[in-house]
C-alpha cells in the first residue's frame, strides 16, 4: 500500500503524520508560530527517515485548509499542493474543526472551537464515532458569549476557544488542554474515507478557508 502524509499548521505549531493505506506509521509535531515554512520539510524528511521512507515515496497528502491563522494556513497548503505538484499525486483537503473535533474519538455532540482573534470564535458541533466526525451545527463566527450560550447541554467542547473565554458551565465537558491542538492524524483519520471512495483531487483544485480576509490585502488598479 502507498505510503502518504496528513498535516496541519493552522495554529501554533505544526503536525505531520505517515501512513500506509489506513496504518498510521508514524507522527510528530512541534514549531514555533511563523516559523513553520522553514521547519516543516526537514521534519518531514527526518519523519520519512526515522519509518524507512522517502520523501519521493509519498502518493497522496491530506491537509487542513482553514479555517485557521492566515499564514498557518497558507504555509500548509503551500507544502502540501508543493509535494502534490512535484509527486503528481492528490491533495484531500480538511477541515480544520471537523479534524479538531475528531480528538474526542466519540461524542454525541463534540463543539470544537477555535480562537479567531479580534473578540471572536468559531466553532461548529459535530457527533463524533470512531474519530469520524458527523457534521450537526455548520460554522459559525460569534463572540464568545454567544459561543458560550449556544453549546447544547451535555456536550463535550474543545480547541482554543476553551483558552479566550469559557464560564464554568457545570452541564457541558471541556477536554484536556492536550486535544485543543489539531492532530495530523486526526486529518487523516477524516480524509480516510475520501481516499477509499476514490476521490482524487487534483492540487490546483484545493482553496483555503480562512475565517475572514487577510487585514493586509493589495488592491491592483
Given at each position: 500500500?502507498?505510503?502518504?502524509?496528513?498535516?496541519?499548521?493552522?495554529?501554533?505549531?505544526?503536525s505531520?503524520?505517515?501512513?500506509?493505506?489506513?496504518?498510521?506509521?508514524?507522527?510528530c509535531?512541534?514549531?514555533?508560530?511563523?516559523q513553520?515554512?522553514?521547519?516543516?520539510f526537514?521534519?518531514?524528511?527526518?519523519?520519512?527517515?526515522?519509518?524507512?521512507?522517502?520523501?519521493g515515496?509519498?502518493?497522496?497528502?491530506?491537509?487542513?485548509?482553514?479555517p485557521?491563522?492566515?499564514?498557518?494556513?497558507?504555509?500548509?497548503?503551500?507544502?502540501?499542493?508543493?509535494?502534490?505538484?512535484?509527486?503528481?499525486?492528490?491533495?484531500?483537503?480538511?477541515?480544520?474543526?471537523?479534524?479538531?473535533?475528531?480528538?474526542?474519538?466519540?461524542?454525541d455532540?463534540?463543539?470544537a472551537?477555535?480562537?479567531?482573534?479580534?473578540?471572536?470564535?468559531?466553532?461548529?458541533?459535530?457527533?463524533?464515532?470512531?474519530?469520524?466526525?458527523?457534521?450537526?451545527?455548520?460554522?459559525?463566527?460569534?463572540?464568545?458569549?454567544?459561543?458560550?450560550?449556544?453549546i447544547?447541554g451535555?456536550?463535550?467542547?474543545?480547541?482554543?476557544?476553551?483558552?479566550a473565554?469559557?464560564?464554568?458551565?457545570?452541564?457541558?465537558?471541556?477536554?484536556a488542554?492536550?486535544?485543543?491542538?489539531?492532530?495530523?492524524a486526526?486529518?487523516?483519520?477524516?480524509a480516510l474515507?475520501?481516499?477509499?471512495?476514490?476521490?482524487n483531487?487534483?492540487?490546483?483544485?484545493?482553496?483555503?478557508?480562512?475565517?475572514?480576509?487577510?487585514?493586509?490585502?493589495?488592491?491592483?488598479?
Amino acid at each position: 500500500m502507498n505510503p502518504w502524509l496528513s498535516l496541519d499548521s493552522t495554529g501554533e505549531s505544526y503536525s505531520l503524520a505517515l501512513w500506509r493505506g489506513p496504518q498510521l506509521l508514524a507522527e510528530c509535531s512541534g514549531g514555533q508560530p511563523r516559523q513553520h515554512l522553514v521547519q516543516i520539510f526537514p521534519a518531514l524528511d527526518l519523519l520519512c527517515r526515522q519509518s524507512g521512507l522517502k520523501v519521493g515515496d509519498l502518493r497522496a497528502v491530506a491537509v487542513t485548509a482553514g479555517p485557521g491563522s492566515f499564514t498557518g494556513v497558507r504555509t500548509g497548503l503551500l507544502v502540501a499542493k508543493t509535494l502534490a505538484q512535484i509527486g503528481r499525486f492528490p491533495v484531500y483537503p480538511v477541515d480544520t474543526l471537523e479534524a479538531l473535533a475528531a480528538n474526542a474519538v466519540e461524542g454525541d455532540s463534540v463543539v470544537a472551537g477555535l480562537d479567531a482573534r479580534k473578540g471572536e470564535i468559531i466553532w461548529a458541533r459535530y457527533r463524533v464515532r470512531r474519530g469520524l466526525p458527523i457534521l450537526l451545527d455548520p460554522a459559525r463566527l460569534t463572540t464568545p458569549q454567544e459561543f458560550i450560550d449556544s453549546i447544547p447541554g451535555g456536550s463535550l467542547v474543545l480547541g482554543s476557544a476553551c483558552q479566550a473565554a469559557f464560564p464554568g458551565r457545570e452541564d457541558v465537558r471541556v477536554l484536556a488542554s492536550d486535544l485543543w491542538r489539531v492532530r495530523a492524524a486526526s486529518v487523516g483519520r477524516v480524509a480516510l474515507p475520501f481516499m477509499r471512495e476514490g476521490a482524487n483531487t487534483n492540487w490546483a483544485q484545493v482553496r483555503p478557508d480562512y475565517v475572514r480576509p487577510a487585514d493586509v490585502q493589495v488592491h491592483r488598479g
